[in-house]
Every structure is written in structure tokens, then in C-alpha cells.
């Protein structure tokens, strides 16, 4: 057999295969590129989110209750700004079946006020349509509480203020645990860095157990509107969730949005704070590749890929600082 054939038997055999891998290298990169896209526009909405439902909720005392969190999440105005911002960055501003649609990927947002937290998930209501039954509503605001063996019972705050009912005076106070220690007969306040373990304690475990089962509830919500994905409590880590209950914030959720073989499943948690921090982006260099973060106020040029609440979150993610001071 001649070369130039042995040629054209190499191609006929392995053309196929080349362009196989080609094709699945290409899905690779587009489902790369869509999983950052989702990625950003969640952190995006969630912390334009954030920064506008601090409304100051009790002027005159805050500077006498010497606290920083006494704020009005405005969970409305909050919702609304996350939806325009995630249909601006998907591309879906102008339509609104696409923009219900996005709901049934995201099974439960969060809105973390000083003194108890709301759930926004889908739930029955008795409209006689069964094609119509479906909402989304917030929940009640539940409080963060903690009881004790002897009867005494305390609703916690983001900080050390706590209303408390003390079974031992039969009397419910109020103030900060430092204040109340010598006032009181609950055994919880007379100790503050028990106190402290307790308080961040009992609040993450009382949003994660409602997570769990709101999002348990969605699949039965999702599969009526033909998503398959079974949707879970994502994992978080313990840093993330002590992190997210230090001021106001706001939690949300997408899952179950193919890109490629692979299922979205991603959360991201913005802050409400009454001084707002600058964002920290990460951007790529386009000369040489590599992936720097930098305030956001910083104007280098570069093409954005991400947004952080911190710089710690940036680095863990592969990114290098920039200085800002050399433009």
C-alpha cells in the first residue's frame, strides 16, 4: 500500500475522532462560560440586592442601644432588585415567562433581619385552579429563639441584644447580654463567650433547618413545571454561614440550570450593611491570562469574570491581588 493511501486511511479513521474531541472540547468551554455567566449574575443580584434593603428602622435609638444593626430589611424592594439584576445579566430583562421560568431554578432566597429571618419560597394557595395554585410568598418573620430547661426563653439578634423572658422573675427584659448578666437569672446570659457560641449557633441552625425543607418542597413544585433536578440543601461552608449572620443580608439559591452534561448548582450571600463595602471583582489579564481581583472602583481594563464580598473569597478561587495604585 502506497503512502498517500495509507495517508487517507489515517484521515477516514481518525478525522471522526478529532472532531469528536473538538465538538466535546467546545461543549467544555461553552459549559464553562455559561456556569461563570450564572455564577456572576447570582453574586451580582445578591448583593444589589443587599444594598438596598438597609432602611434605618429606629433612629432614635440606635445611638443609645450603641448597635449598628438596627435596620428595616426591606425584603420587597430587596426581591425586586435581585430579579431585574439576574434578568438584566441573563439576558431575559424583556420577557416575563423566562423570568418565572428562572424561578423554578431558584428554590428559596433569604433575607436575614436584625431579629428574625424570612423565607421566600413557592407554596399552595386555595385559588380553585390547579394550574394556578402556585405562589411565591414570603414567610412569616421567625425570630431567632433560643429556651432552656428551666423555662426561660430568648430571641436573639445579629448582635449581643437579646429579648428574654426570665421564668426565675417571670418578667421578659431587653438590652445586651454584658448589661443583662447582672440583672437577670438566665444561666445563658451570665457567661459571654458562651453566650456568643450559642447565639451564632441556634440562628444558623434555625435558617438551615427551614432551608432544608423549604428546598426538600420545591422538587414537587419543580416537576410540575417539567424540571428534573432533584434540588438539595447545597453544602456551605461553616466560615460562609457564620459570615452571612454577622449584619442584614440576603441568601439565594440557583440549581438544576444545564450547562452541558453538568446541572447549576450554586448560592451566594450578600450583606446589608449601613456602610457598604466595596465589591471585589475578579478580572482576567487579556495579555497574559491570569486572573486578578480588584475593588471594583478600580479601573484597569480588565474583563470582569466574578464578583466577591471579600478579597478571601477571591483568592480561594484562584485569583491574584492587583494593585490598583499602579494604573
Known sequence: MKITDLSIVFVLIFLPIFWVISHNTDNAQEAQYLSNRYKMALQTAVLDAGAVMHQNEKQNDEAGYDSTKFVKADKELALTTFTQTMALNMGIQDDPAAIRAMFNYIPAMVVLDYDGYYILANENEMTGDLEDSIRQVWSPKKPYTYSDSNGNSINFTLDGYVYAYDAGLGMWVEGFQKELASSTQIPLLQNAETFEQIRRSRIVTSVQEDLADVINRHNEFARRNGVSYTFTMPLISQEDWYNSI?????????????????????????????????????????????KYYYPSTCNNGYRAEEVFTNAKQAAAQGYFEYNCSIN
Not at 440557583?254 to 475578579?282: C, D, E, F, S, W
Open 246 to 290: 454577622n449584619d442584614t443580608g440576603l441568601m439565594a439559591f440557583i440549581q438544576g440550570i444545564p450547562v452541558g452534561n453538568q446541572k447549576i448548582n450554586n448560592y451566594a450571600i450578600g450583606g446589608g450593611r449601613l456602610v457598604k463595602k466595596t465589591a471585589i471583582v475578579g478580572g482576567v489579564d487579556p495579555v497574559s491570562g491570569i
